[in-house]
């Protein structure tokens, strides 16, 4: 049996990029696997948050989680800062990892390069990263191709502690999408599209009216020449146009690039393709939105199936590391 787990940050607003580098095979994978999803708030807090903002978005991404199509009643959706065991679990794999290996996260680099205040938590976060995957006996994480490093140290973490205190932890398995595991910025093709770019117009925000998502893409940086290819190296802004509209389309960006030989039609489509798959979500959302009482309701329900889960792994490594039971 597969199990599959994978988190998302309450912090800005879910783009593209989360959307279909991660979410719609979140959506997939629910009906091949037993699935949970978490929304990682404490994750967030690595970085100063404004109190109310942080409650309305931890609730509004659970809202169009449930929009994008997560069915409570198929997966487990809950909310990481629900289940104790999570920072728990957490200090287990801070003290199993080692502090050379955390400097080495580029995630940790870029994010600490760019911080004015570079908390304890940036620095310690791909523990608490590898506690949320480890607590479930997770076999699949699907993700985005950025957090491929964090899922390597996860392993790493839980062969560790497997070859010092026994077998303990399932190894878990990265899993990325055909396309759109990297959606890229549509002002800078060569940074990932990201909530913090220092241009909106090079994010389309899964809430974005029809119009701005049609200005965003026609202003999409391209190239020189009109030949339309896909080839990230020397053809960074049309490949990430393609691998848009093929993981809208359910296709390779290779795939997708069959039958185009000017950049107009292209983008038009793409923003098509982009609209459409939006448009239902949106509409969903905003159904789920009227009714916060019901989401949390649903999100108590599936901390209580998380918590039983995480408890009984938590149990067995502390078995594991000797800590006298309580
Ligand atoms: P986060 O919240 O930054 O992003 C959520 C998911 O979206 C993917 N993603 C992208 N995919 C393609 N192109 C992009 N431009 C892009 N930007 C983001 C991310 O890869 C991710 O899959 N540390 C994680 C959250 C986390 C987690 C976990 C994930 C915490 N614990 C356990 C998996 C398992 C993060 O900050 O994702």
Same mark, same amino acid.
């Given at each position: 049996?597969?199990?599959?787990?994978?988190?998302?940050?309450?912090?800005?607003?879910?783009?593209? #990029?989360?959307?279909?580098?991660?979410?719609?095979?979140?959506?997939?994978?629910?009906?091949?696997?037993?699935?949970?999803?978490?929304?990682?708030?404490?994750?967030?807090?690595?970085?100063?948050?404004?109190?109310?903002?942080?409650?309305?978005?931890?609730?509004?991404?659970?809202?169009?989680?449930?929009?994008?199509?997560?069915?409570?009643?198929?997966?487990?959706?809950?909310?990481?800062?629900?289940?104790?065991?999570?920072?728990?679990?957490?200090?287990?794999?801070?003290?199993?990892?080692?502090?050379?290996?955390?400097?080495?996260?580029?995630?940790?680099?870029?994010?600490?390069?760019?911080?004015?205040?570079?908390?304890?938590?940036?620095?310690?976060?791909?523990?608490?990263?590898?506690?949320?995957?480890?607590?479930?006996?997770?076999?699949?994480?699907?993700? #985005?191709?950025?957090?491929?490093?964090?899922?390597?140290?996860?392993?790493?973490?839980?062969?560790?502690?497997?070859?010092?205190?026994?077998?303990?932890?399932?190894?878990?398995?990265?899993?990325?999408?055909?396309?759109?595991?990297?959606?890229?910025?549509?002002?800078?093709?060569?940074?990932?599209?990201?909530?913090?770019?220092?241009?909106?117009?090079?994010?389309?925000?899964?809430?974005?009216?029809?119009?701005?998502?049609?200005?965003?893409?026609?202003?999409?940086?391209?190239?020189?020449?009109?030949?339309?290819?896909?080839?990230?190296?020397?053809?960074?802004?049309?490949?990430?146009?393609?691998?848009?509209?093929?993981?809208?389309?359910?296709?390779?960006?290779?795939?997708?690039?069959?039958?185009?030989?000017?950049?107009?039609?292209?983008?038009?489509?793409?923003?098509?393709?982009?609209?459409?798959?939006?448009?239902?979500?949106?509409?969903?959302?905003?159904?789920?939105?009227?009714?916060?009482?019901?989401?949390?309701?649903?999100?108590?329900?599936?901390?209580?199936?998380?918590?039983?889960?995480?408890?009984?792994?938590?149990?067995?490594?502390?078995?594991?590391?000797?800590?006298?039971?309580?």
């Amino acid at each position: 049996m597969t199990r599959v787990f994978s988190g998302i940050q309450p912090t800005g607003n879910v783009h593209l #990029g989360n959307l279909l580098g991660a979410l719609v095979h979140w959506v997939e994978d629910q009906h091949r696997s037993d699935s949970l999803y978490c929304v990682v708030d404490l994750h967030a807090l690595t970085f100063p948050q404004d109190p109310t903002e942080l409650r309305s978005t931890t609730l509004r991404l659970a809202q169009l989680l449930l929009a994008i199509g997560l069915d409570p009643d198929v997966c487990t959706l809950f909310v990481q800062s629900h289940v104790p065991q999570h920072t728990q679990g957490a200090w287990i794999m801070e003290c199993t990892a080692s502090v050379g290996e955390l400097r080495r996260m580029t995630q940790f680099k870029d994010k600490s390069a760019k911080a004015q205040f570079v908390s304890g938590g940036l620095f310690t976060y791909p523990a608490l990263m590898a506690a949320d995957i480890l607590l479930y006996d997770a076999t699949h994480v699907p993700v #985005g191709d950025d957090q491929r490093q964090h899922v390597e140290l996860t392993r790493d973490l839980a062969e560790r502690f497997n070859s010092r205190y026994g077998q303990t932890f399932v190894i878990p398995e990265a899993t990325y999408p055909r396309a759109g595991a990297r959606v890229m910025d549509l002002q800078a093709p060569t940074s990932k599209m990201s909530k913090s770019a220092e241009s909106a117009a090079g994010t389309i925000l899964v809430l974005d009216e029809p119009k701005a998502i049609e200005r965003k893409i026609k202003r999409a940086v391209t190239d020189t020449e009109t030949e339309v290819r896909y080839d990230v190296a020397a053809k960074p802004g049309v490949s990430n146009l393609l691998s848009i509209l093929g993981a809208a389309t359910g296709r390779t960006p290779e795939e997708a690039a069959v039958g185009y030989s000017q950049y107009g039609p292209l983008k038009t489509d793409t923003a098509e393709a982009v609209v459409e798959l939006l448009r239902p979500i949106q509409a969903r959302y905003t159904e789920l939105a009227e009714d916060p009482a019901e989401t949390r309701r649903l999100l108590a329900v599936g901390a209580g199936k998380a918590e039983e889960i995480a408890a009984a792994t938590l149990a067995r490594a502390k078995e594991a590391l000797g800590l006298l039971p309580g």
